[in-house]
């Protein structure tokens, strides 16, 4: 019984997809740290930076579908190699979309530069540490194939998601006491919804690192419902400007 | 991650299927051919009317299993087989248990198509024929042409009955051997590697028609091949150096399969 | 530097091939000094043989006059039968040489007539008595002497003394050739006759017989013995040390010098059972004993290459044992089998030495009417010619040896033709 597989460039091509994968997962991290970091500080040029940063997720995206449909096909991999395609696959998908969220971010940097400043940014700062711990975790637990730290990951997203509501509630009381301040409350309640999405995306990661790991649906471990959002799952909502 | 260190004493656990119409029960089989030790400990049940694969590296004992099940084995000098096989209840090893009964409802299909040189006609009618089966030589027709089609033959062949059974392509040669097989009414079909001769096409002919056959009989599979135990079976055992490793539904082992021995092999990751 | 491994191949080629075109040589040579020697063996015995198929005749004018041969015209088969036609065939011959009167003189004239005359003449006269009281034209063969002259086998170089023929019988014998009385024609008593003291008369018709006796007999005892001897060995006897012991004992068996099978059969069936001597029983019982390893052997082999494939698929249907081996098995193997015994039964109608001991080496001048007549073989009927110290019968014994071989070549050409027919790709 060993860990490598009798033909050994099979090793080789997982070891590529593992390596795309952690290069996107790197990336998506540090595109959404640059934003978050963009956004506390009203710096512009890292927005720009962050938005023209995003391509290169995308292409990474393919990288990753190629390479896993390749082994599909030629491979024919079984078990937990099949679940660890199919997971890496998906999680490819959700490091592309926190990537898109991260770019969304900075574009509503720019805007919300346009507009005055407002100290209602700080609110948003504990939430953005809060889901890049969480990403972070999520992409070790990848990376080490650790089981536990993907459920610790994973156990982060109920707090983010409450502290998603204090924030919506905050604003909200904000935006009735002073309307003045609507245009860049709401986009301040976007920035807040996308950080939340990351979290969600990082938790979906952490299921699939769950999956392939252990052969078995995170969910049906932990029986309760999925962890809830305010508004209805529209993805592509938050990024109308 | 899975805890890769691996004891065969650990390998004792028998799968049952409580609940389920059961066709073997299997009860700690031991199979010894003079001094080497086959099968260790081998239990399970399979169940009626579905397919069984047996999966294992060469020399994991799976076609010696297979073989154990309608006395094969007998024929080899100075093979032993200890512990029970149940069909229905009933000990095939009994001492008033009569091969040829056990064998005309356990069937067999070999790895090599092996029609005899005789016509398409008479390898089918060969069986009905020495059970006394057809009354008349009409019923013998209509159990030829019964099996030929059941066998999905019967259109290739039926301008050609006379012909000799060798004279086929190889898949049709396997699939007059099934025809063969299924003539004398079996329970239990047991194949040997049935399609490790022939290319895809005639496999997936083959394997179509042990699709088909599974609503009506028992199948019990040997394949080396894990994609063919995956697309025919609905549940596979995995056999190594004689033991029994672990027995599941067929979807569970190659997605999920809990024996750290069957996960290596399934994914090829072996010695 | 090293070196390119197409130079090294490239320059190790020539000696190769050199080394393998000897090798085919060598072959070719082996073949040619076989086919030679073949072709030696079959050039003397033809040209020594050939001879011996045809016989120096003798036409005469026979008056068959009524007083002699039925002087009562009764026509009562027992008088014709007894009748001395040897006078007649005589008296025919006298006449054409009317000046020879002296007693001895006119015994070496007449010596010049076989005995065979005088029973192709009663054989004629018995198979229609109408021909008494007319003149019969008989031709008839010439003293085996007198074959030999007619053959140019006699040197009549030689001193008078020292030949069989004195100058006057040669004188009288070629006189009768000049009145265009003796000629040549296809000897029929080499195949109609059994042995003979005189060799003009002898034939391999009571051989042939004997051996086709033996032969049956040894077909009907080794074969179903030796396949039901195999079928067990090979399809139910357990590998343990009790058949491994047997089976060295076969082939222990075919390599046993047939000379002993003989001196067994003479104890046994002979001396124990008191079978009757020089009987084809006997000698087929013997050649039973030394045929029955070689088809034990050879239906053990056609059954070993039978595949198991088809034994495990009659098997695997519910076949018992013996359906299996009868339905699938002896029949696939039956060609090979039949191969098998054809060369076991060539090599049985070759056999002398073990006949030698039971007594087919009698002269037997009668066709064997059974397996239980006193007959020999044809082997053993060479061996007897062999031995006889005329010329004659040298030629005789040539003759039966190509007839022999005749009767090989068919059945090993039979056996290579069922083999080939038969073969069967798996």
């Known amino acids: ?105 900075g574009k509503r940097v720019l805007v919300l530069d346009r507009l005055p400043e407002t100290p209602l940014v700080r609110e948003l700062e504990p939430m953005a540490d809060m889901a890049l711990v969480m990403l972070r975790d999520t992409l070790q637990a990848y990376r080490d194939r650790d089981i536990d730290r993907a459920m610790d990951a994973w156990n982060q997203d109920e707090p983010l998601d409450d502290l998603y509501d204090v924030v919506v509630k905050k604003m909200s009381g904000v935006m009735m006491e002073d309307p003045s301040l609507i245009g860049a409350c709401a986009h301040l309640m976007f920035i807040a919804r996308n950080i939340e999405r990351i979290g969600d995306h990082a938790t979906n990661i952490a299921e699939n690192i769950y999956f392939f790991i252990s052969g078995l649906p995170l969910r049906m471990v932990h029986p309760k419902p999925a962890p809830t959002t305010v508004e209805t799952d529209t993805p592509d909502g938050p990024e109308t400007e | 991650m899975i805890d890769q260190s691996f004891h065969y004493e650990g390998v004792t656990g028998h799968p049952r299927l409580p609940g389920r119409d059961i066709k073997f029960s299997i009860n700690d089989v031991n199979v010894y051919y003079g001094p080497k030790h086959a099968l260790k400990n081998v239990g399970l049940d399979i169940a009626s009317r579905e397919v069984t694969a047996f999966i294992g590296p060469s020399g994991c004992g799976k076609s010696t299993f297979l073989r154990s099940l309608n006395r094969m084995n007998d024929l080899i000098d100075g093979c032993r087989v200890e512990g029970q096989v149940l069909i229905e209840g009933e000990d095939i090893y009994a001492p008033e248990v009569d091969v040829v009964e056990l064998r005309a409802r356990v069937g067999m299909v070999f790895q090599k198509p092996n029609p005899f040189p005789k016509s398409i006609y008479e390898n089918v009618a060969y069986g009905p024929r020495i059970h006394g089966i057809a009354r008349s030589r009409d019923e013998l027709d209509g159990i030829v042409q019964s099996s030929l089609e059941r066998a999905g033959l019967w259109k290739e062949v039926r301008d050609r009955l006379d012909a000799p059974g060798t004279g086929l392509s190889g898949g049709q040669q396997q699939r007059l051997c099934i025809a063969r097989a299924i003539a004398v009414s079996p329970e239990v079909i047991l194949m040997d590697e049935p399609c490790s001769a022939l290319d895809p096409i005639a496999t997936a002919k083959v394997e179509e028609l042990i699709d088909e056959l599974s609503g009506n009989y028992t199948i019990i599979i040997v394949t080396h091949s894990m994609q063919q135990a995956a697309r025919v079976s609905q549940r596979t055992a995995f056999f190594h150096l004689g033991y029994l490793i672990e027995c599941e539904q067929t979807d569970v082992i190659f997605m999920n399969p809990q024996h750290p021995l069957t996960q290596g092999y399934i994914t090829g990751r072996f010695g | 530097m090293p070196r390119n491994i197409t130079d090294i191949v490239r320059a190790g080629l020539k000696k190769r091939y050199r080394a393998e075109a000897r090798f085919r040589l060598y072959g070719i040579t082996a073949i040619l000094a076989a086919l030679v020697l073949l072709f030696t063996l079959f050039v003397t015995i033809v040209s020594q043989g050939a001879s011996a198929f045809v016989a120096t005749e003798l036409t005469l004018s026979v008056p068959v006059t009524a007083a002699v041969v039925d002087p009562e015209g009764t026509r009562a088969e027992a008088t014709l039968s007894g009748a001395n036609y040897r006078k007649l065939v005589l008296d025919a011959l006298d006449a054409q040489f009317p000046d020879v009167q002296d007693r001895i003189e006119r015994r070496k004239l007449h010596a010049i007539v076989s005995d065979g005359a005088t029973y192709d003449l009663r054989e004629k006269v018995m198979a229609n008595p109408a021909l008494i009281g007319t003149t019969v034209t008989l031709t008839t063969p010439v003293a085996s002497d007198f074959d030999m002259l007619a053959k140019g086998q006699v040197d009549v170089s030689q001193p008078e003394s020292l030949r069989r023929l004195n100058d006057r019988q040669i004188g009288w014998f070629n006189t009768l050739k000049e009145r265009g009385l003796v000629s040549f024609g296809l000897d029929r008593n080499l195949f109609v006759n059994a042995d003979s003291r005189q060799p003009e008369l002898a034939g391999i018709f009571g051989a042939l017989m004997g051996s086709l006796y033996t032969l049956l007999v040894t077909l009907a005892l080794s074969f179903p013995m030796g396949v039901a001897a195999a079928v067990y060995l090979e399809e139910y006897a357990p590998r343990n040390r009790l058949t491994d012991i047997i089976e060295v004992n076969i082939n222990n068996l075919a390599a046993v010098p047939s000379i002993v099978f003989g001196l067994l059969g003479l104890a046994i069936f002979l001396g124990f059972f008191g079978l009757p001597r020089s009987a084809p029983l006997v000698g087929g019982l013997v050649l039973s004993l030394m045929t029955l390893p070689t088809i034990i052997i050879a239906a053990r082999v056609a059954l070993q290459s039978v595949p198991p494939s088809i034994r495990e698929a009659a098997l695997g249907i519910g076949a018992s044992k013996m359906q299996t081996v009868l339905h699938h098995v002896l029949p696939l193997a039956l060609p090979g089998i039949m191969t098998g015994t054809i060369i076991g039964m060539a090599r049985a109608l070759g056999e002398t030495a073990p006949l030698l001991m039971i007594g087919m080496v009698a002269f037997i001048a009668d066709t064997p009417e059974g397996i239980l007549s006193p007959s020999t073989v044809l082997p053993v009927q060479i061996y007897i010619w062999a031995d006889s110290p005329e010329r004659a019968f040298l030629e005789r014994m040539s003759a039966a040896i190509i007839i022999l071989l005749t009767f090989l070549v068919i059945m090993n050409t039979a056996a290579v033709w069922l083999r080939r027919k038969f073969e069967r790709k798996w």
Do not use: C, W
């Open chain 1, 1 to 105: 019984m060993t860990d490598r597989h009798t033909v050994r460039s099979y090793d080789e091509d997982l070891k590529g997809l593992t390596a795309t994968i952690l290069e996107m997962g790197a990336l998506a991290e540090s595109q959404f740290a640059r934003a978050a970091k963009a956004m506390a500080t009203r710096d512009t040029a890292l927005a720009r930076e962050v938005i023209e940063g995003d391509a290169r997720v995308d292409a990474l995206e393919r990288d990753v579908n190629e390479r896993s449909i390749r082994l599909l096909a030629l491979r024919q991999p079984m078990a937990d190699d099949l679940r660890y395609i199919i997971s890496g696959f998906k999680i490819s998908a959700d490091l592309e979309r926190i990537g898109d969220y991260a770019a969304n971010l």
